[in-house]
């Protein structure tokens, strides 16, 4: 086969479909002699250019490789891959003409137990999203399959996202996610998905600009327009809008989402969300949070912020301990009596002006430079995040409802047969046959 791709050249276009179907299979062959000379058949077949004008088919030879796709052999998984990225390279519109036939395919190959085989997927799919209705087709099939599929988000997941932002933007992809998840209808699903995400951000290198294009959310417009785009769907999750709003620095919002959960039900689950966010608040990402309680003076609302969240928790939790010994080490100097009235005055949303300087929403006292924290109604956004709590408690009280109501069921079910017996009305004496014992002849009497 191989000196017979070596001699035909251009006069095998036409077969090109049916040698690839030949050569990939033994790309995984037992025996290494076959396995050597297969690679070097299938870098010459790549290297014949054909043109689709020519019977160059090319969705004879996307079939061939969509179907190598599910081979049990890595190699040839990974071979017919590269086949598919080569077809887009030099014939994107024609591959794109079958991208129905071959995408749902490459959506399962996600799943592939082979680190390489995904990355190279997510490629293939980067590639294809360029166009921006191929990008929101990948985002929307993307969260559907983590939907259908909980272990993927939890194996593949950071992968899959991580490796998205690296190729095409991690702003673009979150944006589209976040617009995605504002409406989905499966809260369950939707609060890990959001808490998934916001993990990634807060952790990964690959976010880094990200974060610190929030971390200027005051002070920088594309900074203000990505926290108020990720703020609705972050909402879906108490642990991540409280960590997205210490990290855009808006610490007084923060401090007010954490007063609003006093309706919470602080179960274990929410506990466990929090503690979390405790141990993440310890990490390098937070270290300019950490630097800013040494001037406590200034950060009043990002103390007020922590103290919150401390009373939350139980006393013998190693989060509370945790947190606790980190607010211990907050100097006690430089604060201002002023400020710690206006921090602990009922309107969570004044601001006392001085001339030309204002306490922004972090305490911090600073020049009135246009400030953007100005133009986010954040009365309307906490608002908006109790209105989803809201249909998270109201889950709750359904899904326990429903609940009771089957044990109830199923406990009826179980006594049905002695309810029964005891429902039965008693046999009358009258109807009853006399007993041997009842009966007496003339001048007998009981004893």
Not at 128 to 142: C, G, K, S, T, Y
Not at 196 to 213: G, V, Y
Not at 265 to 276: R, S, T, W
Not at 331 to 337: H, K, L, M, T, V
Request: hydrophobic content about 40%.
């Amino acid at each position: 086969m191989n000196e017979f791709v070596k001699l035909g050249g251009d006069q095998l276009v036409p077969y090109y479909a049916d040698i690839l179907g030949a050569i990939l299979p033994c790309i995984s062959d037992k025996e290494e002699k076959i396995r050597v000379v297969a690679r070097e058949t299938n870098e010459e077949l790549r290297s014949i250019k054909g043109e689709p004008e020519e019977a160059f088919n090319v969705g004879a030879i996307l079939s061939i490789a969509r179907r190598q796709l599910d081979s049990e052999w890595e190699a040839t998984r990974i071979e017919a891959l590269h086949w598919i990225s080569t077809l887009l390279d030099r014939y994107r519109s024609e591959v794109l003409c079958f991208l129905n036939d071959i995408f749902d395919t490459l959506l399962k190959a996600l799943s592939d137990s082979s680190d390489e085989v995904v990355l190279l997927v997510l490629d293939i799919h980067a590639c294809i999203a360029q166009d921006p209705p191929h990008f929101r087709q990948l985002v929307v099939f993307l969260v559907h399959n983590f939907q259908i599929d909980h272990s993927l988000l939890e194996r593949r997941g950071p992968l899959i996202i991580r490796r998205l932002c690296v190729l095409l933007g991690a702003e673009r992809v979150y944006r589209e996610l976040s617009t995605i998840l504002e409406e989905e209808a499966d809260l369950d699903f939707a609060c890990i998905m959001v808490q998934a995400l916001n993990l990634i951000l807060l952790t990964s290198s690959e976010l880094s600009e990200l974060r610190k294009l929030l971390k200027q959310s005051l002070a920088n417009a594309s900074g203000k327009d990505l926290f108020v785009s990720l703020y609705a769907s972050w909402s879906h999750s108490p642990m991540a809008i409280i960590s997205l709003c210490l990290l855009a620095q808006m610490y007084q919002h923060a401090s007010a989402v954490i007063q609003s959960l006093v309706e919470e039900d602080i179960n274990v689950k929410f506990l466990v969300q929090l503690d979390k966010l405790v141990h993440l608040l310890e990490t390098p990402i937070f270290a300019y949070l950490r630097l800013q309680l040494l001037e406590p003076g200034r950060h009043v609302w990002l103390l007020k912020a922590l103290y919150g969240l401390l009373m939350l928790f139980p006393q013998q939790s190693a989060a509370f301990k945790i947190l606790r010994t980190r607010l211990k080490t907050v100097p006690s100097y430089s604060f201002n009596g002023d400020q710690l009235k206006q921090a602990s005055s009922g309107n969570q949303y004044s601001q006392i002006l001085h001339g030309v300087s204002q306490i922004t929403l972090d305490g911090d006292i600073t020049h009135d430079n246009g400030n953007l924290q100005n133009d986010i109604d954040f009365a309307s956004r906490l608002r908006q995040f109790e209105q989803i709590q809201q249909q998270y408690r109201l889950l709750a009280a359904k899904s326990q409802a429903q609940s009771q109501s089957r044990n109830s069921s199923t406990s009826l079910l179980k006594e049905g047969p002695k309810a029964e017996e005891l429902r039965q009305p008693a046999t009358s004496d009258t109807n009853r046959p006399p007993s041997r014992l009842s009966k007496k002849g003339p001048g007998q009497s009981y004893t």
